[in-house]
């Protein structure tokens, strides 16, 4: 069989006739008319029958590292295409069915390239493993002369592989027209001979046309001359490789029969030139030499990292690029496998805030600040570009030591329970911690202020009526609850109430014992503590408390009426100090005020120790019964 420069010679006797190429003089404009095309199958104005395309993907899942054969190439397809769909870091590798390895065999990578097979080229392509997605692909024209295997040397998740392949129709289509057009020099008349029951066509049904177009007559053949010219040996080509056994072929040249002087080609008969014979040239082998491989991705995406690459010691023989021991390229300088590389300059934490104040007056809290990742250049960037390992914390817990609790309420309510007479009146009381530290009270303690109080609307006249107590608290804080009250029936007069039997207000309608209540649509109030200590005990001090607005849900809330705040600070105690007459009435105890206000001076021991504060209380109460 030939290969090599011998077939692609005859691929160019086969396709020039009078050194014009065959596609032109044949071509589909020529024969079957404007408009017709090539189709898959190489047949011009076909329809694609005389073929068959065979594809597929290959995605099963591996898992042993190592070769694994996923698709076969079979005898005769053309137009190949083996491509890894995503770039990975598998790799392909094609093998005869004879056990030659084509191409990545016997675990060394090939560089990217064409390399011969099965009787045809394959063009290997690797893709920059640095900044392409792509992946590995063989791609040959074919026809292949023997089955040939197709293997993945996993390493990772197969990403998938397609192929594709055409094979010649196991029932090819006939032409339509029975006519054929003569083959080789034939078709201008050169050899003096009318060829029009020549069937032989490339192929079998063929890239070329296959019969005259309807519109177009054969060309006369001239009469068959006499052999004044023939082929003669000329010599031979160059060798195809200048070590590791190239070929090189005889050339025959077009004589004259007689005077051996060459001639133009034309003048010969072309269907007797000899065929070209091949023989081997320069079998010596090459020189070996390193091979290098791509650099693989960086380590790093940012910052110093390494990359490698492989280097094998390669030698050319036979037409076959073997590996061989390092030992025969030791002439040469060994290329480096391992080399730094830096994509860019890492981005970093920056703080760029302070500390907040703690969300919460006393007690455990949380303070934040801001921190970002900001690149080389001053930008602000994703936080996944810098190391998360090293990002400090933006949110830490504050403790604000312990808090202390107060009773808070609001104004009595305005509505008395009863329209005349005695009746009730309420307000909110709550137990929460107050944010003042000089609140007097460390703790709500067990008297809890009140929550109704006694309220008189003036007396009633003599009458029988039905009484209602106050509504108990709702049964939900929030939403839709209940609550209760007491209903009597009762005899108003002057004097008071008198209790009467339920029969006595029958005529009446009786008011409800019990309704349904929602307290969120009371919305914000204001609630206050108590007062604190005088901040002085005469000559005018002031005393302060803490004034919250809350929502139903007991949360601070802005939707409180302003101009109906409780104050939050008052004056007290105006009267004057009452000079002191006595030299040996003095405070011994330097908290004196803290006895006066526990009403302590009643006490010989207090009112010895505390004998100034003590005196001026008991002058301080003297003026008071004196003005009323």
Not at 44 to 72: A, W
Not at 459 to 485: H, K, L, M, V
Request: aromatic share 8%; proline share 6%; glycine share 8%.
């Amino acid at each position: 069989m030939l290969v090599g420069p011998a077939l692609l010679l005859l691929v160019c006797l086969h396709t020039h006739v009078h050194g014009k190429p065959r596609s032109q003089s044949l071509g589909c404009d020529d024969y079957l008319g404007s408009g017709k095309v090539v189709d898959r199958c190489g047949v011009c104005g076909g329809d694609n029958t005389t073929c068959k395309l065979v594809s597929g993907v290959f995605k099963h899942s591996l898992s042993k590292i190592g070769y694994h054969k996923i698709v076969e190439i079979p005898e005769g397809a053309t137009k190949i295409n083996i491509t890894e769909m995503v770039k990975s870091r598998n790799y392909l590798a094609l093998r005869s069915r004879s056990g030659r390895s084509i191409i990545n065999g016997n675990w060394a990578i090939d560089r990217p390239g064409k390399y011969e097979g099965g009787g045809t080229m394959f063009v290997y392509r690797r893709p920059n493993e640095i900044s392409s997605t792509a992946g590995e692909s063989f791609l040959a024209e074919g026809p292949t002369n023997e089955i040939l295997d197709v293997y993945m040397i996993y390493q990772q998740p197969n990403p998938g592989v397609h192929y594709e392949y055409i094979l010649p129709s196991e029932e090819p289509v006939s032409p339509p027209n029975t006519d054929h057009r003569p083959e080789g020099n034939a078709v201008n008349g050169q050899d003096g001979h009318n060829h029009h029951s020549n069937t032989h066509q490339e192929g079998g049904g063929g890239r070329y046309p296959p019969s005259f177009p309807d519109n177009q007559v054969p060309v006369r053949q001239p009469p068959k001359r006499a052999r004044e010219y023939n082929w003669k040996l000329g010599g031979a080509t160059e060798c195809s490789a200048s070590c590791g056994k190239g070929f090189r072929h005889s050339v025959f040249h077009c004589v004259h029969r007689l005077s051996h002087t060459q001639v133009s080609e034309t003048l010969c008969d072309s269907s007797s030139r000899p065929s070209p014979q091949e023989e081997p040239c320069n079998l010596q082998p090459c020189p070996a030499f390193w091979d290098i491989g791509e650099w693989s991705e960086c380590t790093k995406t940012c910052g110093l990292g390494m990359q490698h690459r492989q280097v094998l010691c390669r030698q050319v023989y036979a037409n076959r690029t073997l590996n061989v021991h390092t030992s025969h390229c030791q002439h040469l300088e060994r290329p480096e496998t391992a080399s730094t590389c830096q994509l860019k300059i890492c981005s970093e934490w920056q703080i760029r805030s302070e500390w907040t104040a703690c969300s919460v007056p006393c007690g455990l809290g949380q303070r934040s600040r801001e921190v970002r990742c900001v690149s080389n250049v001053g930008d602000f960037v994703p936080d996944e570009e810098c190391n998360m390992n090293l990002r400090p914390n933006d949110i830490e817990n504050c403790d604000m030591g312990a808090c202390a609790k107060s009773w808070f309420y609001t104004e009595w309510g305005d509505t008395c329970s009863a329209e005349c007479g005695m009746g009730v009146r309420s307000r909110g009381v709550l137990c929460l911690t107050n944010h003042i530290s000089s609140l007097p009270l460390e703790g709500c303690g067990t008297e809890r202020p009140a929550d109704f109080e006694v309220c008189n609307n003036g007396p009633c006249e003599n009458r029988i009526e039905w009484f209602t107590g106050p509504w108990s608290q709702c049964s939900a804080e929030c939403g839709a609850g209940s609550q209760q009250r007491a209903v009597v029936c009762l005899m108003k007069s002057e004097e008071g109430y008198t209790i009467m039997p339920p029969y006595e207000c029958s005529s009446l309608e009786r008011p409800l014992g019990q309704q349904s209540c929602y307290l969120k649509v009371c919305g914000a109030k204001w609630y206050h503590t108590e007062w604190s200590a005088c901040s002085k005990t005469c000559e005018g001090g002031f005393r302060v408390r803490e004034v919250r607005c809350l929502s139903d849900d007991m949360l601070s809330s802005d939707d409180c009426e302003e101009q109906l705040r409780p104050t939050n600070k008052e004056d007290c105690n105006p009267e004057p100090c009452i000079p002191q007459t006595d030299e040996n009435c003095r405070d011994k105890y330097f908290n004196c005020n803290v006895v006066v206000q526990a009403r302590l001076c009643v006490y010989d021991y207090y009112k010895t120790t505390c004998c100034a504060s003590c005196s001026r209380m008991a002058h301080r109460h003297s003026v008071q019964r004196g003005h009323s």
